[in-house]
């Protein structure tokens, strides 16, 4: 069986305009990795609805999962729950499972649950609820689309909780091997490699170092035997 597939969908205006550098990719990219599951897509959409609905609409009908980071919080440009709703046709509004949450969490630190913080629970109709263990206020999932918040800690914590109850593919393994040679003197032995194991995913990242060109050769694949004897092949064409 394939590995499940996922795509990331990022959002905010702070993004694209360069303010904020985007950490969560990365991060979810690895988590996914470990567990099987391949992350084969990311877009990035400012805080504007037609885009988010858009977005959310094509990578749903894609991929088995969607993880979203951004725009979920307590002010004006925090849409995201909204685009949710008009992406899938259903309501958007106060849930009392997640209005509960947040008051026991402002209660506790002496904090009025005012409207703008109210806003946090608002959830479509039929979404289920992410734990938030950062800062309370939750992330949701509907369908296979799953909701989460931008900052990189409730991200992180999102991320664990959403992975620990998908179902997992078999892990992506990897080997590198560093050729002291420009792109240009590899590229048509590894073509040929790449034709050999259809199976796996065969990269080139060219780097400089002391002026002296060479690239580094990643073999990816679930099968470690497939990886092994592909990597062996490369040696074999660029010893040390």
């Avoid at 106060?94 to 946090?120: E, F, I, S």
């Avoid at 792109?183 to 199976?199: F, K, M, R, S, T």
Wanted: charged share 20%.
């Amino acid at each position: 069986m394939p590995n499940p597939t996922a795509a990331m969908l990022v959002i905010g205006d702070e993004i694209l305009s360069g303010r904020t550098r985007d950490s969560n990719m990365n991060h979810l990219a690895k988590a996914l990795t470990a567990v099987g599951i391949e992350l084969k897509e990311a877009r990035v959409v400012s805080d504007d609805q037609a885009a988010i609905v858009a977005a959310v609409r094509a990578l749903s009908d894609a991929y088995d999962h969607v993880f979203t980071s951004g725009g979920i919080g307590p002010t004006h440009d925090d849409i995201t729950a909204d685009a949710m709703g008009a992406a899938f046709g259903v309501r958007v509004d106060v849930r009392d499972d997640a209005r509960a949450l947040l008051q026991a969490h402002y209660d506790r630190v002496g904090t009025t649950l005012n409207d703008a913080r109210l806003r946090m629970a608002r959830i479509p109709d039929g979404a289920s609820l992410i734990d938030n263990p950062v800062s309370t206020a939750p992330g949701f999932t509907i369908r296979n689309v799953n909701v989460m918040a931008g900052v990189p800690s409730v991200f992180e914590a999102m991320v664990a909780s959403v992975i620990s109850r998908l179902a997992h593919g078999a892990p992506l393994l990897s080997e590198t091997w560093r050729i002291m040679r420009g792109e240009g003197d590899v590229a048509a032995p590894l073509a040929q490699i790449a034709q050999d194991h259809p199976d796996l995913s065969l990269g080139s990242y060219p780097f400089q170092k002391d002026g002296i060109y060479g690239t580094n050769i990643v073999i990816r694949g679930t099968d470690a035997v497939r990886v092994q004897a592909a990597i062996a092949q490369v040696q074999a064409l660029f010893p040390a």
